[in-house]
């Protein structure tokens, strides 16, 4: 008898889910994508946010034929790399200098460490929830710890391993403090703000569903780091080239010393990136001593396929047709909502929309969605609207927080008014609970 030899019987466990289904995906186009008994489904997961014009665009395909016929393993340099370094710098706030990964992880993984040299000081604050990828350095306090953080006297929280297998001695390294509370933050600041090298936040809480930093958060965030001389590393893997073209630090003004991307950066391609401070970027060998690189980094179909993904991103109009496709899945999710008569918080940008069942108020913190998020009502809700087998992913419940919902530019209103169709039939065949009815 055959048997998986696919550990765990997947390929990518942080994103797989006892309750996803199809397990089995034969092909992907536009928004959708062919699941095994040939059905076409609407897809709302869309590459973990990464296919931002959708499966196989055009665009990004006829890149890859180029590489194709140039040679596509390559790494050496040539003048595509320095088109994307430019493109990056023209477009990115805070990028003066580029330098290229492979993912997400990576670029967290060397931001910090650039901060930490540049700084010499080791310590790293992180807002809880905010994700950066699986790094060592900085899988704590997500939304697949065991439980939200306990507060310290100075309001910064329980370290809480996001994953078995970590180096307890790295523990120390690390402050998790919670999103949009300015008090804490001084606090701890004012108790080891000597110490701390660099802070890395996600500008908008993607990873909990979208949850948007205060007003002024980040702006106030800025400041505490030019005060302390600390690093302010942007993870914009998931916001970059989605909620703008600059990405979150564009929308928000409020411009970091670095920032990581990935995703849809990429759009399909496997590519990331550092960007930021020249004085901070030129610490990389060479000319500096802080090592980055690596025999996959920066293959010629990747530098490609994102080059070819930028100039499509570039497009006059892209980001407000986005933006009105984003506003019109927010509108609609929230008219089913009150239509059925659920309590629900709904906010999302640039396509990627959290649906937050059973929350009355905004959320501000890992700790609040996690402790009002109502999972048990939105796993049936899913259950349900996957058994009829038209969509792939739509709310998904993942972890602790809600997985958003993520619409690509080639998704149609008529696409997204299934959505609305499918949840409306949910909630029509499932009243509302409170979690803990
Ligand atoms: C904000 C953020 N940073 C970093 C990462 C890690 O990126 P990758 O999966 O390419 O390692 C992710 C992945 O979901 C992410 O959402």
Not at 20 to 49: C, K, N, Q
Not at 305 to 317: D, K, M, T, Y
């Amino acid at each position: 008898m055959q048997t998986d030899a696919r550990a765990g019987g997947v390929l990518a466990g942080w994103n797989h889910h006892a309750e996803i289904g199809p397990t089995g995906i034969l092909r992907a186009d536009g928004a959708t994508v062919v699941d095994e008994s040939g059905r076409t489904r609407l897809d709302f997961i869309m590459g973990w946010g990464s296919l931002l014009l959708g499966h196989r665009p055009a665009a990004v395909a006829d890149a890859l034929r180029q590489a194709l016929d140039d040679g596509f393993g390559f790494q050496y340099e040539g003048p595509p790399t320095v088109d994307l370094a430019a493109a990056m710098c023209e477009q990115i706030p805070c990028a003066q200098k580029v330098r290229l990964a492979n993912s997400g992880l990576e670029a967290t993984m060397y931001a910090i460490r650039l901060a930490r040299h540049f700084t010499g000081r080791s310590r790293v604050l992180k807002f809880e929830g905010h994700f950066h990828g699986l790094n060592d350095f900085l899988l704590y306090n997500t939304d697949n710890s065991a439980a939200p953080g306990q507060a310290r006297p100075d309001g910064s929280l329980e370290v809480m391993s996001g994953s078995d297998g970590l180096a307890r001695v790295l523990e120390s390294e690390i402050i998790p403090v919670p999103f949009n509370d300015l008090a804490v933050l001084e606090r701890v600041f004012a108790g080891h703000g000597q110490d701390i090298g660099a802070v890395i936040c996600e500008p908008i809480a993607m990873n909990i569903g979208c949850i948007a930093p205060d007003d002024g958060f980040l702006a106030a965030l800025r400041e505490i780091c030019d005060r302390y001389q600390t690093v302010l590393i942007f993870d914009e893997v998931l916001t970059g080239y989605r909620v703008a073209l600059g990405g979150a630090q564009q929308l928000f003004g409020v411009t970091p010393d670095l920032a990581c991307y990935g995703k849809a950066f990429g759009c399909g391609v496997p590519i990331a990136a550092v960007a930021g401070r020249a004085d901070i970027m030129e610490c990389l060998a060479p000319p500096g001593t802080v090592e980055m690189s690596g025999t996959n980094t920066a293959r010629r179909m990747c530098v490609l396929g994102a080059r070819a993904a930028l100039a499509e991103l570039s497009r006059p109009g892209f980001y407000a047709e986005l933006g009105a496709l984003n506003d019109y899945l927010v509108a609609g999710l929230r008219r089913v909502c009150e239509d059925r008569g659920v309590p629900a918080y709904v906010t999302g940008y640039g396509g990627r929309v959290g649906l937050h069942i059973g929350v009355e108020e905004r959320p501000r913190t890992m700790a609040q969605i996690a402790k009002f998020w109502n999972r048990s009502y939105h796993v049936s809700c899913y259950r349900h609207i996957a058994a009829r087998q038209q969509t792939f992913g739509l709310l998904l419940p993942l972890r602790l927080c809600p997985e958003p919902i993520t619409v690509c530019a080639v998704h149609t209103r008529a696409d997204i008014d299934l959505a609305f169709s499918l949840l409306d039939d949910a909630f029509s065949a499932l009243p509302y609970r409170r979690a803990d009815s």
